[in-house]
């Protein structure tokens, strides 16, 4: 058992109230854990409700300010992988002790029922050195009945600087509400998961909030806010546990394990290293647990997944798509017309499809990920500003062959579609227009229904505030099963899956580059008795999101490294015929 030493919170002077809720938190948290040395706590033995009172809409709200104490600050390196050497050595000045704080956070609050809800649940940048963060809703509820004294548990999500890595978490304090003034209460933390490859560490420690009261004199505030909750809570997709589907069975040869066991791809992936998978069957909507070091994540619907290159085909592709339907003259126009720093002649006669397309036949090495490999590549990944994530877009690589003829992969292209894309847009619709709020947070989200967090992007820190376009895109899985469903139709009108021709060529003979889209052919791992080609999305460190059908799609989003899913495909197939001309209704355990 993991344990809690209480011992170790901050002490105050002013008494009163604050004292109580010193006094408050530790008696419940001792309740759960032994006392011990100051570590994380596990997940099944995490505070939970005593009395779970409806607590009155607006009874409890305010403003949380959330300082750590740096001397109870802790941070365990869980791996050091060959990922993890190459960012120190490429990035030094991103790894610095002041990691392992948190930092400061600052939010408004409303409750409704038994749940506390931030009013900003999207990207939040803060002014520490290497951490933004992501608030979500938790639960809080009374301590005692009839008391005023109230217990809260959150996730919270860290956000490294620059880069879509997310680290999930949870934190819990005490509100006194008995006096109406403001207090103060210690708070604890941990973090036990994460999705990013190369750097998985352990954090907790504790520190001091502090509860002011509402400036939300006219309840505006919380109005808008209880709206938004009740509507994001209608507009969830209903969903299913992994353990409606049927148990796996033999294949043909009696060997192997098939059916809906693969999903988690068990051979390929170890438990602590898959965030979260699911699957869309028939359309039904079902979900995997979220596992981490500490056990089961008790707000995985709630998790923060980041979208790392899916947002290549999300943002990039979809905006290419949605806005040719304005302006057919889009796919063909010139970077060079659009992006003045790409004014060389290897720019001249370089499309927006042929950089959607990764095909601008501007590279240094012909293998496929040769450039994005190399250290040079972190000049981009590492800078925060525009002008240096342009410059080396446009300058790092030489003219090599036609452009539209070899697909070598560049995150550093997208950028310059992205870049491209919002001067494009500015210069049709006014320049305070920005081309992610045009296309997406204005329109395609609020449509599909989307949770708060997607509705941020990671942009560049200076007065440009250019989106990554690239990556840097944040989802829940209701979202990602919305969004995924969306790009199926999408992929159905762009593409023939019987048409091996389609897209570039790349390192892989069974793989093609199209629009933004992956492709692969899946006949050797199915029934399919011809080549059938499924468009995929696919992410940095071991993300997948695989649209089978129309009303069929496959995602796992992991800090593994895997990115094949050949194996799922193959055990959906024995269950469900992917390439059945008629597949029948399919029935899970009810």
Known sequence: MLMLMMTSWLVHADGGSQDTADTILQSLLDQVVPVGNLAPIDYASWPQAKYKNAIAA????????????????????????????????????????????????????????NKFIPAKQQLSISDHPHWDYILAVGDIWQVEPNQAIYHV??????????QNCVHN???????????????????????????????????????????????????????GLLTQYQQQQHDLLPTKTMAFLTAPKPDKKGSKQLGFSQLSLPNLIKPEDMTSYGLTLNGQHYVSQCQTRAGVYPYCAELVLPSYSTAKTIFAGLSMVLLQ?????????????????????QWQDVTFLQLLNMTTGNYDSSYQTGDEGAEHSQIFFAAGQHNTKVKYACQQFKRKTTPGTKFVYHTSDTYLLGTALNQFIKAKKGQQTDVYDYVFANNLWKKLKLNPVAYSTLR?????????????????????????????????????????????????ASTRYDKSFWKQNIASHTNCNQDHWLPYLSGYGGISVVLVQANTQYFYFSDSGIYDWSQAITGLDSEFPICSPTNLPFKDKQ
Do not use: H
């Open 58 to 113: 607006g009874q409890v709200q305010g403003q949380v300010t959330i300082k750590a104490n740096v001397q109870q600050s802790y941070l365990e390196l869980i791996e050091t992988s060959d990922s993890y050497n190459f960012e120190l050595t490429t990035r030094p000045a991103d790894f610095t002790v002041k990691r392992q704080v948190l930092p400061d956070m600052q939010f408004d609050f409303v409750t409704y029922k």
């Open 153 to 162: 548990t959150m996730p919270f999500n860290l956000v490294e600087k620059n």
């Open 169 to 223: 978490g949870v934190l819990t304090f005490v509100i006194d509400n008995r006096q109406n003034k403001a207090v103060q209460s210690p708070f604890y933390y941990q973090i036990s998961s994460e999705t990013c490859l190369y750097y998985k560490v352990d954090m907790w420690g504790n520190g001091q909030v502090s509860i002011a009261k509402s400036k939300d004199t006219t309840g505006s505030l919380s109005q």
């Open 325 to 345: 339907q304005e302006y057919n003259e889009l796919y063909q126009q010139k970077v060079s017309d659009w992006v003045p720093e790409c004014n060389s002649a």
């Open 460 to 508: 560049t820190n200076d007065d440009i505030g250019q989106p990554f376009v690239g990556y840097g895109l944040f989802f829940t899985r209701d979202d990602v099963f919305k969004v995924s469903q969306y790009l199926a139709t999408v992929s159905a009108r762009l593409f023939n899956s019987q048409q091996a021709e389609q897209g570039a060529l790349t390192s892989f």
